[in-house]
C-alpha cells in the first residue's frame, strides 16, 4: 500500500535528495501528485513507517555519540593541562631554587667582605686608642709645638686636627639613628667604596675598608 507524503519526507523516507525526488518524478520513476500548487509523492507505507522509526532515533543516537566525543575530548584536554601545569611548576620550582642560592651567595660574600671591613676598622680603632701608642703621639706633639714655639713666640700655633676613623659597628650605628635599614647600610659602603668615596677607602692588599668619621648627612 503507498501512501502519500510531501517531497522533502519523501526524500528523507528514501535517502535521497529532494533534487532526486524531482529527478525520479520527471523520468516517471516516482509516483507524483500536485496539491495547491505542492508535490507530493506515493511511497510504500512499510518504507514510511521504517525510516520514521530510523529518523526519530537518528538524533538521539547522533546526540548521545556527539557528547561521548566530546566528554572524551574534554578529558583528554584536562589531561593536557593538567600535564603542563605540572611541568610549568616544576620550572618555576627549580628556577626559584636557582635564584635562592645564587642572592645567598652574593649575599654571603657581602657579608663576608663586611666582616673583614669591621674587624680591619677594629684593629685600626684599637691602634688609635691604644694609650702607649697616644702617649707616644702626645709627646712627639709636644716636642713639634715647642721647636715651633721657639720659631714664632708671638704666634700661637694652631693643633692640627687627628685624622680619625670609625669602625663599621659605629657606622651602622650613626645611619640606623638616620633610619636606614642593615640592607641600605650595606649598599652604602658598597656604592662608596665603586665610587671613590674619599671618606670609604678600601685596601685592595688587605681586602680592608677604612671609614673617615664623618656626619654623612649627604647620605640622608
Known amino acids: 500500500m503507498k501512501k502519500l507524503v510531501s517531497s522533502t519526507e519523501a526524500a528523507q523516507i528514501l535517502g ?28 510504500d507505507s512499510s518504507k514510511v513507517k521504517s525510516n520514521t522509526s530510523k529518523t526519530a532515533t537518528e538524533p538521539l543516537e547522533s546526540l548521545n555519540n556527539l557528547a561521548l566525543k566530546s566528554k572524551d575530548e574534554q578529558i583528554e584536554l584536562l589531561k593536557k593541562t593538567i600535564k603542563f ?3 610549568q611548576h616544576n620550572k618555576e620550582i627549580d628556577r626559584l631554587e636557582k635564584n635562592q642560592d645564587k ?11 663586611l666582616k673583614s671591613a669591621f674587624h680591619e676598622m677594629k684593629n685600626i680603632y684599637q691602634i ?23 720659631v714664632v713666640a708671638s704666634e700661637s700655633i694652631p693643633e ?6 670609625m669602625n663599621i659597628k659605629e657606622f651602622f650605628i650613626l645611619m ?32 680592608e675598608v677604612l671609614i673617615y668619621k664623618s656626619d654623612f648627612l649627604d647620605l640622608l
Open 103 to 113: 642572592i645567598f651567595n652574593v649575599f654571603q660574600s657581602e657579608v663576608d667582605l
Open 176 to 207: 640606623k639613628n638616620y633610619d636606614k635599614t642593615d640592607i641600605q647600610i650595606k649598599n652604602i659602603i658598597l656604592d662608596k667604596v665603586k665610587s671613590a668615596d674619599k671618606r670609604f677607602i678600601y685596601k685592595k692588599e688587605t681586602k
Open 16 to 43: 535521497i535528495s529532494l533534487q532526486g525526488i524531482h529527478y525520479r518524478i520527471k523520468k516517471g520513476q516516482l509516483e507524483s501528485k500536485k496539491q495547491d500548487g505542492k508535490t507530493f509523492v506515493y511511497v
Open 128 to 150: 688609635e686608642h691604644d694609650p702607649k701608642n697616644k702617649s707616644q703621639k702626645e709627646s712627639e706633639e709636644k716636642t713639634e709645638i715647642k721647636r715651633e714655639e721657639t
Open 160 to 165: 692640627v686636627p687627628e685624622i680619625q676613623f
Open 85 to 87: 601545569v605540572k611541568k
